[in-house]
């Protein structure tokens, strides 16, 4: 047989050590802790930190991040790039998440947070792009804009011009890259900051089980605002807190700090006239509460929650979920946001009765 | 077939240890931690946010140094700002060495009042001795002052003003709440 050529022998020697050494630094880097592997990018290292601190603290990155391999060659070619950067100093000082990674991360939150997750995908807030962007209706009424990215879409890379075609309020809509549609506009990272300050959850210690309440650390809240220009999570307790007004009356606002993050989109308008834009603030008899004394925060559903505050055996006696509101028919006059005792009392609210009858219709007897 | 061609079982053996073995050398690649500033030392930062307090004093909101000033300097100093390196680097040292020769303390240590005498001395140019030559003085006051601005009253995404605590002081809510003009309930 023919003999090989020594320096063939030499580089097959050479491939196997590369292959050897890519494998042995690829698991070296998947196992060590995060202080000896992903941290020392300085680029990352911020956010490194805030995990130390975080409630996933006890994740390693790869549990939500994936492995370099995680998204076959696309994040291999990106973490290659990363290297590149770094060494020649084109990089940024931060680096942060584009939207392809932000969805991969949605997905792997679901791998702990079913329950989270599945609420989410029933609710209003897993729209995807085409029914936010392609919405006919909505887009004929207001001009498309760079703005919507706040509050859709946030994780998406580019202007709205990169997004939808035409920038008009005359259709027909397009998106204009391939594959957005049927992404989810409104991620988890929109409103949730994994690595936000926290603690990992703990058994109660059950010595005292009557001090288990008061043994009980509190925590910050788990909802922070992604600001899209920033490429930054905010705090609730650093947002800033609504104060709308009904004509020249300033209302009552729930001091719920949770709620700061809702009103980041369900907003008034510039003169935070309650009721205008996208504003849902409680008026009438549900002024002050907070969106989620009613709005589950994943599902936004309410369907469970008028039991809370109106028992079936309660000291008004009613049925509230039956009453003449959008609660109970989206036709009704009454909304819920803000309907008022005197919209059904039209005379004059009625003094209290011991006991009062409720009728099929949901109306009460005097 | 001839063996002398292959690699022996051995020979693949012992380079496979060595390969692997070799990867333990990798750790020293990892990168030491960066020191928490990286354009200036940390005497520089000292002296810095000592002049950042007294160019934006604390009162009931941040003072200079506090609100960032400091690391917005450092971070720009590394990225846009590349370009004041030089001038940064000899304003300080000549600040020092002043304050050395003047006071025998360095400008960290001297009282608020001397220090705001000897900003302002830098402010007005009258200082002409050592490096203060053609109204250096003046000339880097200046720029220390405008990006003491910079960072207290900027977007905290290039340093300074964290949690925008300046916009707080202004009454200017971040990010602004405005809705759609659309929909009307």
């Not at chain 1, 998440?97 to 209003?124: D, F, K, M, P």
């Not at chain 1, 509190?218 to 490429?231: A, I, L, M, T």
Request: proline letters at 5%.
């Amino acid at each position: 047989m023919k003999k090989v050529p020594t320096f063939l022998r030499a580089l097959t020697v050479v491939m196997i050590l590369l292959v050897v050494a890519c494998c042995g630094f690829y698991f070296y880097w998947n196992e060590a802790s995060a202080r000896s592997s992903c941290e020392s990018c300085h680029e990352i290292e911020n956010s490194s930190i805030m995990w130390a601190r975080s409630g996933h603290r006890d994740l390693p990155c790869k549990e939500c991040h994936g492995t370099a391999l995680s998204s076959g060659l696309h994040s291999l070619q990106e973490k290659g790039m990363m290297f590149v950067h770094h060494f020649t100093g084109t990089g940024p000082r931060q680096i942060t998440l584009n939207e392809r990674q932000v969805l991969e991360l949605t997905e792997n939150c679901r791998r702990c947070h079913g329950a989270e997750y599945a609420r989410w995908i029933s609710g209003g807030h897993s729209a995807t792009y085409a029914a936010i962007f392609l919405n006919d209706k909505h887009n004929a009424g207001e001009q498309l804009n760079a703005d919507c990215l706040r509050c859709h879409g946030m994780f998406f890379g580019g202007a709205i011009e990169d997004l939808v075609t035409p920038v008009s309020t005359k259709g027909p809509w397009q998106l204009k890259v391939a594959g957005q549609s049927d992404l989810p506009a409104i991620p988890c990272l929109a409103c949730h900051e994994v690595h936000r300050e926290g603690s990992p959850a703990v058994r109660a210690g059950y010595d005292d089980p009557a001090k288990i309440f008061y043994y009980r650390r509190g925590s910050p809240s788990n909802v922070q605002w992604y600001d899209r220009y920033e490429k930054i999570h905010i705090r609730v307790e650093a947002l800033p807190l609504l104060k709308p007004r009904e004509g020249t009356r300033e209302l009552k606002v729930s001091d719920d700090p949770r709620q700061q993050v809702c009103v980041q989109c369900h907003a008034p308008n510039a003169f935070h006239q309650a009721g205008t834009g996208d504003d849902r603030t409680p008026r009438g008899v549900h002024e002050g509460l907070s969106c989620l004394a009613c709005h589950d925060g994943h599902s936004n559903d309410s369907r469970w929650s008028c039991v809370n505050c109106h028992p079936a055996i309660s000291n008004c006696g009613l049925d509230v979920t039956k009453m003449n509101t959008t609660f109970a028919a989206s036709g009704s006059p009454h909304n819920i946001h803000f309907v008022r005792c005197i919209d059904c009392h039209t005379k004059g609210i009625p003094p209290k009765h011991g006991s009062r009858l409720q009728r099929a219709d949901g109306t009460h007897s005097k | 077939m001839d063996n002398s061609s292959k690699i022996s079982r051995r020979d693949f053996m012992m380079l496979a240890t060595l390969g692997v073995g070799g990867l333990g050398l990798l750790a020293g690649c990892v990168q030491q931690h960066p020191a928490d500033s990286a354009a200036l030392s940390e005497g520089d930062a000292g002296l810095v946010g000592a002049m950042a307090d007294r160019i934006i004093p604390a009162d009931a909101w941040p003072g200079g140094r506090e609100n960032g000033v400091v690391t917005f300097i450092d971070m720009q100093l590394d990225g846009h700002y590349r370009r004041f390196r030089s001038e940064y680097r000899k304003g300080l040292d000549a600040v020092t060495e002043t304050c050395l020769r003047r006071y025998l303390k360095r400008f960290e240590a001297l009282s608020p009042e001397v220090q705001d005498s000897f900003l302002r001395e830098m402010e007005s140019g009258v200082l002409r001795d050592g490096e203060w030559k053609e109204g250096f003085s003046k000339r880097f006051f200046e720029m220390l002052r405008s990006h003491a601005m910079q960072a207290y009253y900027g977007s905290p995404r290039h340093g300074g003003n964290p949690n925008y605590a300046s916009y707080k002081m202004m009454g200017i809510d971040y990010p602004p709440i405005i809705g759609q003009n659309r929909y009307g309930l």
